[in-house]
């Protein structure tokens, strides 16, 4: 049970550790608003990473892979990066301020970390490969209570990262003047675009394979 729990911790870090949209939007909330927003868009994200999570434990990550439901899923978070790069490029060429934001700022990070997790179509690949994730650590048949300390470990690992990825990004860029917080607001529109593209050509390619027999839909890591 130990090494499942160390084993969930590890996979846990490199799972929210690993660059991607909720990591950009986080730098841009931080930027704005230094801990308290950029805490707040990783602590959204753990709805969608308890939700993918429960779903994969469940069983339930071998039915998401149906077409039917990752394509409208896929769809919508493509969708939100789209509107995530406008907003900040926008924001960008707009008057800039660099303050402690507020509780509107606070419930806005707070729903787009939630929102860019829920509609995030690579948690579904990933917790759907959690069967060989476990059997690597010698878990070959497990049971509800190794799922359980599976979870716990994620989940805990999770939490850690919500405070440490908050306060690196608090350090390294809340002191930032305003030409550079500008120049981050627009680094990260791009990257939100090119998370956009990359998603929309991961869910043609999916679709075209999964269309053709005999030929597996591809599977991804998360972004």
Not at 23 to 38: D, I, L, N, S, Y
Not at 51 to 64: D, E, F, I, Q, S
Not at 72 to 88: F, M, R, T
């Amino acid at each position: 049970m130990l090494t499942l729990f160390t084993a969930a911790i590890v996979l846990g870090f490199v799972f929210n550790a690993a660059p991607g949209a909720v990591f950009a939007e986080t730098v841009r909330q931080g930027v704005h608003g230094g801990f308290k927003p950029a805490f707040a868009v990783q602590l959204g994200s753990l709805v969608g990473d308890a939700l993918w999570a429960v779903l994969g434990l469940a069983g339930v990550g071998l039915l998401l892979q149906s077409p039917a439901l990752r394509l409208p899923i896929g769809v919508a978070g493509v969708v939100y990066l789209l509107w995530l790069a406008w907003d900040s490029w926008r924001a960008a060429n707009q008057e800039f301020k660099v303050d402690a934001g507020g509780a509107v700022e606070g419930r806005r990070a707070l729903r787009a970390g939630v929102l860019l997790s829920v509609t995030n179509p690579q948690n579904i690949a990933y917790w759907a490969a959690l069967g060989s994730a476990m059997g690597a650590v010698g878990v070959h048949q497990p049971t509800t209570t190794d799922y359980g300390v599976f979870f716990a470990g994620f989940m805990t690992s999770s939490v850690l990262w919500c405070f440490i990825c908050a306060a690196l990004v608090d350090r390294v860029f809340r002191g930032v003047g305003r030409h550079w917080a500008r120049a981050t607001y627009r680094a990260c529109a791009v990257a939100f675009l090119a998370l956009a593209l990359s998603s929309l050509r991961d869910l043609v390619v999916s679709h075209q394979q999964t269309a053709l027999p005999g030929q597996p839909p591809a599977q991804h890591g998360r972004p």
